[in-house]
């Protein structure tokens, strides 16, 4: 990304005039000072660590893509990355990606605190700082969800204050203290003055927009203590209603990526490698739940291989996307020729080709090619979400404004036509479409657990349609929806249970063990991939 680029050369200038101070002259030229640096410089860095942290091989491909069972895969083996997902059996680098998420937000997150110290003294800088603010609770709140306790309070002032074994908070603690820095963040932000000048996001600075982020975001962290803190998630939730939420996906927070400068989609990496685009397909789950209804984006985000085996690992080549022919992997199955092997699962409808071009998946719906564009953006929140969390609310009883049928109507049209904002979407579905089969499917009221039901299927069928598998999951999690059955093959590191956390990586515990060990202590299970987090009720 050019605005990226721009700060390593950035960083290296000193802008000095003609003086006769010594003091002024004989500065470093390498280094630049917090008094003429450009704090705006910084913010692409850590709005593009963030997607990058929650995105592709640095974790939820890895794990949540399949642990929520968005997709599938018939991969297996130490050396093949995604056993961990499908088959939560160990790979050989397993440790490594369930470790990147922690540091690569954290990471993240020391960039917002960056800009904080930078401009804490420049009041015409107080929109940059309030969105810092904002990009920190989101990059600390992706790695609270997959772990538990973490630093918060103490985090990330190793330069500011020295600390460097920051204390581990309760992840309640960290829940009210994200959300009350929310609130002081949206309330800091004013239309009067200049916003971000070097905006990652298409909202290029719009401090409107900027706003209406931050209150979705409040939402969303609101609704995971639905649970364990309904007071507390009533209070915010409805705070955030009031400030106003997004109003339609052109509110939608996107980042897209750059691949020609170096800083390609990381979503859209595996399926641009061969092994992984041949092997990873729609889950069973997933286009069940789609199928059921007729849902018109299957046409958009599915399509079922060319016959044979060189076809189906063609990534030039399309599919059929016709709605009725699209069928999803079953997770937990190989092509092993054991017990496993795909071809024992219940309905196995056969394979494509024959003799050496023989593929036993090649009639299972595959994303289609416009997932595989490097330069795809990244969906970091959207109207879509919002709105089925502002449906639940409704149904909770939370004062959100308007109902929950009319909140969950608007979920579903916003989950189909969002996909126009694919940089090569061959067909999108149209609002009329949309509009249509969201009146064909109304919300079912007639009971509350069927209302949640429906509410959290379609946010996981909505996340998981634009590639947020971290957010998926969670709201599993967190809701329990859809009812998923978990895969229990041989050699799994979870007891054939789905995944519930990653373990922490393991330089907390060597470099900072004492703050470590009440972290675990907060875990009923200890450190391990099955223990809840708090939220997790």
Not at 267 to 291: C, E, G, H, M
Not at 354 to 381: C, E, H, W
Not at 467 to 478: G, H, I
């Amino acid at each position: 990304m050019k605005r990226i680029l721009y700060i390593f050369t950035a960083c290296t200038a000193l802008m000095v005039g003609c003086t006769k101070d010594i003091s002024k002259v004989n500065i470093d030229p390498s280094q630049a000072s917090a008094e003429n640096f450009d704090a705006n410089l910084l913010l692409p860095s850590l709005q593009y660590n963030y997607c990058t942290g929650i995105s592709g091989y640095n974790g939820p491909v890895l794990f949540q893509s399949m642990w929520a069972q968005v997709l599938a895969s018939t991969t297996t083996g130490a050396a093949n990355y995604y056993s961990n997902a499908d088959k939560y059996v160990q790979s050989g680098n397993t440790f490594d990606y369930a470790q990147r998420t922690w540091s690569i937000n954290y990471g993240a997150a020391s960039y917002a605190y960056e800009i904080q110290q930078l401009v804490a003294s420049k009041p015409e800088l107080s929109n940059l700082a309030a969105a810092a603010q904002i990009m920190k609770v989101l990059s600390l709140s992706a790695v609270t969800d997959i772990y538990g306790d973490i630093p918060y309070t103490e985090a990330l002032k190793a330069k500011s204050d020295g600390i460097t074994t920051p204390k581990y908070d309760k992840q309640l603690d960290v829940y009210k203290s994200m959300l009350s820095e929310l609130d002081a963040a949206v309330s800091a932000l004013s239309t009067s003055k200049a916003g971000p000048t070097n905006d990652a996001f298409t909202y290029k600075g719009d401090v409107a927009k900027w706003k209406k982020f931050g209150y979705s975001l409040m939402l969303k962290l609101a609704m995971r203590l639905a649970k364990g803190d309904a007071a507390t998630a009533k209070t915010y939730a409805e705070k955030a209603a009031a400030g106003g939420t997004f109003a339609s996906n052109a509110d939608n927070a996107l980042l897209y990526a750059q691949n020609a400068t170096g800083f390609g989609s990381n979503t859209a990496q595996p399926f641009n490698v061969p092994a992984d685009f041949y092997q990873v397909r729609w889950s069973k789950t997933f286009i069940d739940l789609l199928k059921a209804t007729n849902d018109p984006r299957l046409a958009v985000i599915a399509e079922v291989p060319p016959a044979g085996l060189t076809a189906n690992q063609d990534l030039t080549l399309t599919g059929d996307n016709t709605i009725a022919n699209q069928r999803g992997l079953p997770n937990g199955y190989d092509m092993n020729g054991g017990p496993t092997d795909i071809t024992t699962s219940a309905g196995y409808p056969g394979g494509t080709g024959s003799g050496s071009d023989l593929t036993p998946i090649g009639k299972y719906s595959r994303p289609t090619a416009m997932y595989r564009n490097r330069d795809n953006p990244y969906f970091v929140l959207t109207y879509a979400e919002t709105e089925f969390l502002l449906a639940e609310a409704a149904v909770r009883g939370f004062n959100v404004g308007g109902t929950a049928s009319a909140h969950y109507a608007n979920g579903v049209t916003g989950a189909l036509t969002m996909f126009s904002a694919y940089t090569t979407a061959a067909t999108t579905v149209s609002s009329g479409t949309a509009t249509t089969f969201a009146a064909a499917n109304p919300l079912n009221t007639s009971s509350t657990a069927a209302s949640l039901k429906q509410i959290n299927e379609q946010l996981w069928a909505a996340t998981g349609s634009v590639m947020n598998f971290l957010e998926s999951w969670n709201n599993w999690k967190r809701s329990g929806y859809p009812s998923l059955t978990a895969v229990n093959y041989s050699g799994n590191f979870s007891n054939g249970q789905i995944p519930r956390r990653q373990p922490y990586p393991s330089s907390e515990s060597s470099l900072n063990s004492a703050n470590y060990a009440t972290g675990v202590a907060s875990l009923s299970g200890g450190d391990n991939w099955t223990s809840k987090v708090w939220w997790d009720q």
